[in-house]
């Protein structure tokens, strides 16, 4: 440890590490119930509605690569992501054969300013897989235990969808949905033959106007820049400016977080961290210490902060730290719809996402994989970005043209331009999203010959899929063929095959990373109780993804928002009866 | 920004949207200024600069690094032109490639994305060679337009392509998708394509005549919202 550490003399109630959903909404809750929060975030400050901000609503040509990836922005140059797979300067490494991805968004509000919006309540069975196949971990929770807190996350941030009344896709306090667009009905009409039930999708966008403080959403569809209306969920717009408005909380913006500190009775008392404007050492003093900085970097934290007392790292005697790790399944595929060649052209943006979704609809005790997996569908006249008109000779010599006749495959000039205006819009595209069952072998650990360029050691993962997340990604293919048939759609390529493993994306590349400080009743096999309190520091929590003890065919941000809202509700309960 | 800012910004003065009235709010400003330690971004290069227009300020310093730099020779860029007018001429609907700048965008993304250096420049080189093979010693753009289309009629057809042309095929390729690129990325194109979207709007639905056209209708998903 550096001979000089900068102390802030203030003794905060509570300091956090993070500023994503989990970290934003403890900050939320606590600050409204009146405790002194400090929260720490590792990036920038950032404002979807400040003009230096902005990405939304800029064109194509605004960037120079027309909106491709770069390496400060994995997801695009009007992506509002700061960061992705590899930040500079911040390396991770892997074990032998592993290659999971990482992604870090180093902005206030995380990975939030991006999301696709899906949000969705897990349902009764997704708390006790365990009881039903064996396999896993049951949550020291159940569906009653955190439905309240949905129901305040669902008031106080705002979802649409449609009362379904599903048994474990519990409904949320619904916002209009939006109408589907053209062929987000020629899915919901084809799935009447698959049987793959298809329902309005559930996003926390505002179709109606829920307080004074956000903007209706204008339907530009593009959420994933960050909206300049606060018209969707993100922690910074929604929860952390909120937060500041109450005077109540001090934010320290790129402040990489290094380790909590603990005095000799185990207690921990605060966290040191490097300004990384100036790379010095400070250290900033708490009754209660929150890690929200996402299930991979709060285990980092933890793993690091070793002292006599905590050798194997903090609130880590169960050794399950880091363990656990588990991320959603993935799978796509596109198809050419040939009755949407030639469309008249109209403005069907929408919201920044799916208009409609396939809730898991099977049961696996009649199939070869446990859990499940929904699926998500694209498609439509979209914002033409780097990439569009990609490989049009592999299209344009299969179908006849604006004419109705039979051309050669590839070609320029007049005709080609013709070809473009022609096929323009007639794609649909799915991706299934998938529940991976959690394994103790799949790890993060700290890598003992590396640090980054904080000086903090950094973490090496070891992630292997088995045979149940290869099994499901091959349900998905085959499902994928039924639902284009259904539609009346033309698979695009072929189908992935086992040398893809069905076309199974990395693990960490869906970016629903759970499970490494997972939550239980038993000390000995979870870092954290119920209310996400570590065991071992009683004046310790971890409110992000880490507390997960299992993922679910859904994804995970309400249920860290809810988690994260119930944690608060102790906290304060705690600290009014002096328990810290 | 100030909500009348806003507003102009994003179009809403003159589209009417309804946006809830106190939604874009100055209050939601933090007011508490000296509650954010600081607002700006560090540049690789140690210097504290601020985001700008969208852009960290790391991102505008490199990005002026690639147009600070030029890749493609005078020769080089000149056929280009001709290439991709060949690709994207103008036509009654739009006007050309070299219109909308794609030449000026291939320069840039080669820059962006090296792994295109090779196979571009490699690829001019090959059809120069292969011009001057063909049109007693003349580069492509020295010989007639005649020429230049009777060379690229035999790259430009994948399935029809002879096999001794395959290298020919694949630039091609390649030049068509970054010359389709970048014309339907630029002004031109993106009205040429007829996209209508990126601007305030509201969505209420598809059109009754495509719905009537496609033999689709609402009346399914209504049912969803009366559960």
């Given at each position: 440890m550096p001979f000089q550490i900068k102390e802030d003399p203030t003794l905060y109630d509570v300091v956090i590490v993070g500023s994503g959903a989990g970290g934003g909404m403890a900050a939320y809750e606590l600050t409204k119930a009146g405790a002194n929060v400090c929260m720490l975030e590792a990036g920038g400050f950032y404002d979807p509605g400040d003009s230096k901000f902005i990405t939304q609503?800029?064109?194509?040509?605004?960037s120079p690569r027309r909106g491709a990836s770069s390496k400060f922005r994995s997801f695009g140059?009007?992506?509002?992501?700061?960061?992705?797979?590899q930040l500079e300067g911040e390396p991770y490494t892997q074990k032998e054969g592993s290659d999971f991805w990482w992604f870090r968004s180093r902005m206030l509000g995380g990975r939030t300013n991006h999301w696709g919006r899906i949000s969705l309540r897990f349902g009764p069975k997704d708390f006790k897989r365990k009881s039903i196949d064996g396999l896993g971990e049951d949550w020291p929770i159940s569906y009653e235990d955190i439905e309240p807190y949905y129901d305040r996350v669902d008031k106080l941030i705002g979802v649409f969808g449609s009362r379904e009344g599903l048994p474990n896709d519990p409904d949320s306090i619904y916002l209009r949905p939006p109408k589907p667009r053209l062929h987000e009905l020629k899915v919901m009409e084809g799935n009447k033959k698959t049987g793959v039930l298809t329902i309005p999708s559930r996003l926390?966008?505002?179709?109606?106007?829920?307080?004074?403080?956000r903007g209706q959403c204008f339907y530009c569809n593009q959420c994933n820049r960050g909206c300049q209306a606060y018209a969707d969920f993100s922690s910074s717009s929604v929860l952390v400016k909120p937060a500041l408005k109450t005077g109540k909380l001090k934010l320290i913006n790129d402040a990489m977080a290094r380790e909590v500190l603990t005095d000799d009775n185990g207690k921990a008392t605060g966290v040191s961290y490097v300004d990384k404007i100036s790379k010095q050492e400070y250290s900033v003093r708490g009754k209660v210490v929150i890690l929200a900085a996402s299930a991979c970097e709060s285990a980092r934290m933890l793993l690091n902060s070793k002292s006599s007392r905590f050798q194997n790292g903090l609130s880590n005697s169960s050794g399950v730290v880091g363990k656990y790790l588990h991320d959603s399944t993935g799978a796509d595929r596109m198809a050419f719809v040939p009755s949407m060649v030639g469309r008249k052209r109209y403005n069907e943006d929408g919201v920044g996402g799916l208009h409609v979704y396939s809730p898991w609809w099977l049961d696996n005790a009649k199939l070869d994989f446990p859990r499940g997996y929904h699926i998500e569908y694209w498609g439509g006249m979209s914002n033409p970005s780097y990439g569009f008109g990609f490989g049009m000779e592999k299209l344009n010599g299969k179908y006849p043209g604006s004419d109705g006749k039979m051309k050669p495959a590839g070609g320029y000039g007049a005709a080609l331009k013709e070809d473009h205006r022609h096929f323009y819009g007639s794609y649909i595209g799915m991706s299934g999203r998938g529940e991976s069952v959690a394994r103790e072998d799949n790890y993060c650990e700290i890598d003992s010959n590396t640090v980054d360029k904080w000086g903090i050691p950094v973490l090496s993962f070891n992630y292997k899929w088995s045979d149940y997340e290869i099994k499901q990604a091959k349900h998905m293919q085959d499902t994928f063929e039924e639902v284009i048939d259904g539609f009346g759609g033309i698979p695009v390529g072929d189908k992935p095959g086992a040398d893809t493993n069905y076309g199974l994306t990395k693990p960490?590349?869906?970016?629903?990373?759970?499970?490494?400080v997972r939550m239980g009743n038993d000390p000995a096999t979870s870092a954290l109780n119920s209310n996400c309190q570590s065991h071992d520091v009683k004046n310790l929590f971890v409110v992000d993804?880490?507390?997960?003890?299992s993922q679910a065919d859904k994804n995970p941000t309400w249920t860290i928002l809810a988690l994260s809202m119930r944690a608060a509700d102790y906290i304060t309960k705690q600290m009014k009866s002096g328990g810290f | 920004m100030k909500r009348r800012d806003l507003l102009k910004n994003i179009g809403l003065g003159t589209v009417g949207v309804a946006i809830s009235g106190n939604a874009i709010a100055n209050d939601l400003r933090v007011p508490n200024v000296p509650l954010i330690r600081r607002n700006i971004i560090i540049g690789d290069d140690g210097e504290f600069t601020g985001p700008a227009n969208g852009k960290q300020a790391k991102e505008l310093a490199y990005d002026q690094s690639l147009m600070d730099q030029q890749f493609f020779d005078e020769h080089e860029m000149a056929t280009i032109a001709v290439l991709a007018d060949i690709i994207i001429p103008a036509d009654s609907t739009s006007g050309s490639a070299t219109d909308s700048g794609v030449p000026d965008f291939i320069e840039f993304i080669v820059k962006d994305m090296p792994y295109h250096q090779v196979p571009m420049r490699g690829g001019l080189m090959w059809l120069d060679s292969e011009s001057k093979k063909q049109f007693g010693g003349k580069r492509f753009i020295e010989t007639t337009m005649g020429n230049r289309l009777k060379l690229v009629d035999m790259i430009a057809y994948p399935e029809q392509a002879k096999p001794e042309y395959s290298q020919g095929v694949k630039f091609f390729n390649l030049m068509r998708d970054l010359t389709s690129t970048g014309f339907y990325t630029s002004e031109i194109g993106v009205k040429d394509i007829g996209y209508m979207g990126n601007q305030p709007n509201f969505w209420d639905g598809v059109p009754q005549d495509v719905l009537d056209k496609h033999g689709v209708s609402y009346a399914d998903w209504e049912k969803h919202l009366t559960k």
């Open positions: 609503l800029k064109k194509p040509w605004d140059d009007f992506d509002a992501a700061w960061g992705g797979w926390s966008i505002l179709t109606e106007s829920i307080n004074d403080e960490g590349q869906i970016i629903h990373e759970v499970g490494t993804g880490g507390a997960f003890a | -």
